[in-house]
Nanobody, 123 residues
Framework: EVQLQASGGGLVQTGGSLRLSCGASGFTFVDYGLGWFRQVPGKEREGIAV????????YYSDSVKGRFTISSDNAKNTVYLQMNNLKPEDSAVYYC????????????????WGQGTLVTVSS
């Protein structure tokens, strides 16, 4: 059974930091692009960071580039999102996803999703 378990969300002040984690099981970790997305009510799910554990390549949306860093621990089948200099507009439910040999920020290309973790940034 494929599982993606996201954690690490919470309440933080503007300018603060959080690190999200996403543990994966049930599939070959290095065969999948691992991405982080976020969604607020009434809006589409936004792809913000993706990496390929097999070669370490990473891609970011313009909205988070320079502030967020995606990384992975292949031994633990876990992908992380380090979020620095958080802003109120970063408040959302954050999801991790897995796409077979994917490197896209397009949510439609993803095969598996975690349950989401809420990040709230207070002003």
């Amino acid at each position: 059974e494929v599982q993606l378990q996201a954690s690490g969300g919470g309440l933080v002040q503007t300018g603060g930091s959080l690190r999200l984690s996403c543990g994966a099981s049930g599939f070959t970790f290095v065969d999948y692009g691992l991405g982080w997305f976020r969604q607020v009510p009434g809006k589409e799910r936004e792809g913000i960071a993706v990496m390929s554990p097999s070669d370490g390549s990473t891609y970011y949306s313009d909205s988070v580039k320079g502030r967020f860093t995606i990384s992975s621990d292949n031994a633990k089948n876990t992908v992380y999102l380090q979020m620095n200099n958080l802003k109120p507009e970063d408040s959302a439910v954050y999801y991790c996803g897995a796409a077979f040999f994917g490197k896209s920020l397009n949510a439609a290309t993803y095969d598996y999703w975690g349950q989401g973790t809420l990040v709230t940034v207070s002003s």
